[in-house]
């Protein structure tokens, strides 16, 4: 029974220890281990459920009527998969009601509803697996661990025994032979109680094709449409891959949750944690923004337009260079192994940010070592001969991690974040830099190495020591606080390189929190200050002759790219789907423009100013 095994807390690849006693126990033991060894007759390529961070709810109680939310409203949650879309909202079908449990069966009538349960779990096993064989890549391997589930004996013969045993119903009898199972995992707590949404969705599964309904889940539309709804179960995020699904929208989950993995494995953007969003009219028109988590309805029709036009991805060649040739290597900000994927489809010349504490948000402990090597080779073995540049955990902030922030702190992005955590815990980054040589060691890919939030030049001097003494040989900085910017020149005599967080340093330039919606004007790369501050960097890198790297969101910027680089800027970092457009606005002109551009916006007094000086620059010779 797969389930058993999930409530044993067993994940695919550990080792586990059978025994057995009584009559032909060794015979059963090897029936066991041959169940095993056959992928539980169902062909070794079977994955048991791979964990599925996020918290999921464990007690489903009814969901409230959602609250209707009018036109012109944004609601704010967690972007988790990166990019812009419009579109009209269709709701996920509902879910099952719970079936009647007064209801007894007669016994005359109870085998009847025996063979329905068996004939309904093998008819939705079928489909799970037509539909496995169509998808691909995380949502095969989810589909797959479903379909396992559905097939699982004792779930079956479970409700099996309470239709005869007690007359249930075999809706109902599914039902609560599922929720015996969930409570179990329930009980297990962190990642395994997790595993409940997969239960609930196989047994809403097995119930409609009982009652002969249609199965809850992703309807089919002609249209593109975003999808909303209070939480999506791991089949219905992998049977976005088929339809006209262009974004999605959940009340629920985190960051690591399903929706956000498949979400980013598609490029489809996605903000979950969205409170309200199911009150959200059918068909209104819904603009998602998953680099700033917010979702804004029925926005004014330009924004619509410029959404849309900024859907579309434009193609890369693979390599980043100005009109006359001056190379600017672009490269891609990936947060594990499925984004360095797409990232190398996309044609990434490496990768210029690998935020690491993406890989471990779902942990009340810290990663072992050996899970750490594990996580890192997942994206360098992505990229063999060329350069990724892992960031260590910028933990805290928008993105605590449980086993290395404290529980409570007035001023998170201005407490113990970042490079700071090895204040209090040098273990924590000592063991990291050992897992990454490690893994640099077991893969092709040219690491270099770069600490978050920075501010001094001894905590930059003490990172590089703590890198070179792990053996990690070239160590950078990231650029995101006004102090490091403005200590560029020092910083240059002890780092290799730096990295521009441009994110972070608007937020700390303008003292603007950067997930204060109200706030985005502040938050913006174009703020005078901003680009002064970069300027003073790019000039202290040219002096030392050592790398000036853009990674915060406005590397990404097609705008702005020419500007950064005649501020001195020698390679960007973005999103996969920037690197066309990016690409494109580079190969429009020489760097003498890109220089003059930079000198006229350092003048600028305004967003206005610094843009419209851009422009007038740049617009005579681009023609994007
Ligand atoms: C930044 O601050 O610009 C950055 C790239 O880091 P993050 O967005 O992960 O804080
Ligand atoms: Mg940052």
Redesign the pocket.
């Known amino acids: 029974s797969l389930s058993r095994l999930l409530i044993l807390g067993a994940r695919h690849g550990d080792e586990l220890e059978l025994s057995a006693h009584g009559a032909d126990a060794e015979g059963a033991l090897d029936r066991v281990a041959a169940l095993f060894d056959d992928g539980f007759g169902e062909g070794t390529d079977a994955a048991v459920p791979q964990s599925a961070p996020a918290p999921a709810p464990v007690e489903e109680s009814p969901a409230p009527a959602p609250v209707a939310v009018g036109s012109g409203a944004v609601l704010r949650g967690r972007g988790v998969s990166a990019g812009k879309v419009a579109a009209p909202v269709v709701h996920l079908a509902p879910p099952l009601p719970e079936p009647d449990a007064a209801a007894v069966i007669a016994p005359a009538d109870r085998l009847d509803e025996v063979s329905a349960i068996e004939w309904a779990a093998v008819a939705v096993a079928d489909q799970l697996r037509s539909r496995t064989a169509q998808a691909t890549g995380e949502a095969r391997a989810i589909l797959d661990a479903s379909r396992l589930l559905a097939s699982d004996p004792e779930l079956v013969a479970d409700a099996t025994a309470l239709v005869q045993a007690k007359g249930r119903s075999a809706a109902r009898a599914v039902w609560e032979a599922a929720a015996v199972h969930e409570k179990g995992l329930a009980a297990l707590g962190g990642r395994m109680a997790e595993r409940v949404a997969d239960i609930r969705d196989v047994r809403d599964r097995i119930i409609a094709e009982i009652l002969e309904v249609d199965m809850p889940g992703v309807p089919e539309r002609d249209e593109p449409f975003v999808l909303v709804a209070a939480d999506l179960a791991p089949a219905d995020t992998a049977s976005l891959e088929s339809g006209r699904c262009v974004g999605i929208v959940t009340e629920q989950g985190g960051p690591t949750s399903h929706t956000a993995i498949i979400a980013r494995s598609l490029g489809l953007p996605a903000v979950v944690g969205v409170t309200g969003v199911t009150g959200v009219a059918d068909g209104a028109m819904l603009l998602v923004d998953g680099d700033h988590g917010t979702v804004e309805v029925d926005p004014p029709e330009e924004r619509v337009v410029a959404a849309r036009a900024a859907a579309i991805v434009v193609p890369f060649d693979g390599t980043g260079s100005l009109a006359d040739g001056h190379r600017v290597p672009l490269l891609a900000n990936v947060g594990g192994a499925a984004d360095a994927a797409t990232a190398a489809t996309a044609r990434a010349e490496g990768v210029g940010?690998f935020?690491t504490e993406f890989c471990f948000l779902d942990r009340a402990d810290a990663p072992s070592i050996d899970e750490q090597v594990a996580a890192y080779c997942g994206v360098l073995a992505a990229f063999p001969g060329r350069k990724v540049v892992v960031r260590t955990l910028?933990a805290g902030s928008d993105k605590p991690l449980p086993f290395a922030n404290a529980d409570h702190e007035d001023n998170p992005a201005l407490g113990v974040r970042g490079l700071r955590i090895a204040r209090r815990s040098p273990q924590l980054l000592d063991d990291q830099l050992r897992a990454l040589a490690l893994a640099a060691r077991a893969e092709q890919a040219q690491v270099e190495v770069m600490a978050?939030m920075v501010s001094t030049v001894e905590e930059a001097r003490d990172f590089a020591e703590r890198c070179r003494a792990a053996g990690l040989e070239r160590v950078g900085i990231?650029i995101?606080t006004p102090s490091a910017a403005l200590l560029a020149a020092e910083l240059f005599e002890v780092v290799d390189f730096v990295s521009l967080?441009?994110?972070?340093?608007a937020q700390y330039t303008l003292a603007a929190d950067r997930l204060v919606s109200e706030l985005g004007d502040l938050n913006d790369p174009w703020q005078p200050a901003v680009l002064r501050l970069i300027g003073a960097v790019g000039e202290a890198g040219r002096a030392a002759g050592k790398p000036v790297g853009v990674?915060?969101?406005a590397g990404g910027d097609p705008t702005l790219a020419p500007v950064l680089v005649g501020l001195g800027v020698t390679s960007l970092s973005m999103t996969s789907r920037s690197l066309g457009r990016v690409a494109a606005a580079l190969a429009d002109v020489d760097e003498a423009t890109c220089r003059r551009a930079a000198t006229a916006i350092l003048t600028a007094g305004t967003v206005d100013e610094a843009r419209a000086a851009a422009r007038a620059v740049l617009e005579g010779v681009s023609s994007h």
């Open positions: 940010l935020r910028d978050p990231m995101e967080g441009t994110n972070d340093l990674c915060g969101e």
